[in-house]
């Protein structure tokens, strides 16, 4: 515990910059439990469950496992799906079209929504150009037969790369708390596949080498086009052009691992000109033996606190991983990248792992985990070693957030907060006759920052582009407050990721260079596809730590991936 809880007795004490207090409301239900959540617009969210008896019903009766939510009215609209839509990944193409893939094998089981097999799935949603989530595009496109990944994905990661489509890794066939060689899919593939890759896949040394850990690996792309993947204790570079491993880097430190099921968190962190030099964090998860088998495994063993970094370039990996501490224990935590370059830690528990029951002592609970953790974490960036951690001014939840729990920033520029269900079907606080613990949450929390919530001046942008070219100029039309003119300015366009699992897959932020006059912001848009993936963005206008509302703006020419190179080429550190 923090010595500085006293600061909550305080509440003239201006905080130093960017030390906003945040505040939770709660409103309204999910009607699904959205452990897929994904940000679309202003007012809309894409959530994916599985096939249960949900609340949320379709026209004809039957349970509801995808949804919008209506971040105007907190209210959701079932969305009629094929396949079960459970664990999978996905994110944005480049022309705005939001790809879900993979997923869970087939629920017969009837009353729960006659879903076909989901692990070959693949989802397309939008672009729903609709404030209210009706009319064309606003529907999940789905054709089983003819339009399908190569193999079924349970857990597999996702993220756009620097063609616009998207590098597909790993998975399982089935269900499992660890991944193992009769079932492990230790390969890669593409949407929309590669020319001359049609129905093939790519073997990965790498996921073979992480195994039993290496599901929902944590995967980026560096400035470079490079995908670092992270996965139970190691980390690769690897380059998708020549399919070839360019290294290693060291294992992360003292045992720890953060694949599942030792969820820790992985999050880039923000990239800036003129270099873009991306510094990866890892954190918590647990630093059991990746040996350890179930019946050893307690829903009290204690997760990891350790959190290190390191600056994907020759001189960083040379350094190593910088060791740093979160205040607590975490496993299951998610990271939510804040339009300031601070990363929101929340959700999950202090001790146990992810999954569904299997652990030697989650007969009593119907769990994996306990000891929900239930205040988040700031994580300060650019701040030096020992100054980036903090909980001041992080409020509690009353809600639990375990297993299947989700976050994500919103347009509005606070975060939503969903989800939870440890339980392998619905199970409400009202009809849980063996009292198991964390039912099934439904309720939907808003976390805010003090300028949203007390409704303080903010930068406003009244005007911005809708499309941007690579490495061209940009003007938006913005009114910063007096009160916050004397601070620094920063621009960032960002990615808010598909939200899973404790993983936002493809979530990025990138500062762009800018110039204000008056009221006219001149903004220049990443100069090619490696710094920013052609496809859709938020822009947030910070001044002295205080966000705008976010716009959206489509960054290249929007068409279908892959897309030829676009921009121009840049000196970079990045390996
Ligand atoms: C759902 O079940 C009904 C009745 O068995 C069937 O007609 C329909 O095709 C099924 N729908 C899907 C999406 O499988
Ligand atoms: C996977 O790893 C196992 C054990 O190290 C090894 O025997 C096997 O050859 C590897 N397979 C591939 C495809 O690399
Ligand atoms: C990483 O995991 C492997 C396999 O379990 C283990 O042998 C190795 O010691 C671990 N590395 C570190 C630095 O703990
Ligand atoms: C239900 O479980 C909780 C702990 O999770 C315990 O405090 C409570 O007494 C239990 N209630 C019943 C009726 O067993
Ligand atoms: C883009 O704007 C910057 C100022 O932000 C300016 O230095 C640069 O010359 C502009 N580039 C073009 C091509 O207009
Ligand atoms: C976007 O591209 C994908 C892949 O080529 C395609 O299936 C989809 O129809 C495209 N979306 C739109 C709106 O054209």
Redesign the pocket.
Known sequence: MRSTKFLSLLPFVRLAMGQNTWSFVQQGNSGIIPLELITLSPTLALMYDRPYVNPLKLPDGEPAWAGLWHLDTNTATPLRTITNTFCASGGFISNGTHVAVGGQPLDAIPGWGNATDGTMGIRLFGPCTSADGTGPGCTVFEDPATLHLVRTRWYPTAVRIADGSLFIMGGSDILTTFNAPDIAQNNYEFFPPRAGEEGTVRDSKFLNDTLPANLFPRSMMLPSGHILMIANNQSVIYDIDTNTELMRLPELPNGVRIGVPFDGFAQLLPLSPPLYEPTVIACGGSNKPDTITLEEMSVNDVASTQCQRITLTAAGVAAGWEIDHLPEPRVMAETVILPSGDVYILNGAHTGYSGYPSVGDSGATGTNAANPAQQGIMYKSTLPLGQRITQVGIPTSPIPRMYHSAATLTAKGNIMVAASNPHPFVLTADNNPNNLSFPSEYRVEYLSPDFITNNSPRPVISKSPSQLAFNA?GTITVTIPASLAAGELQVSLMDMGFVTHGWHAGSRLVFL???LSGSTL?I?APPNGNIYPPGPAWIYVVADGVWSEGVQVMIGDGGNPPRPAQGVPVTITSL
């Open positions: 100029n260079e800018h110039t001149t220049t």
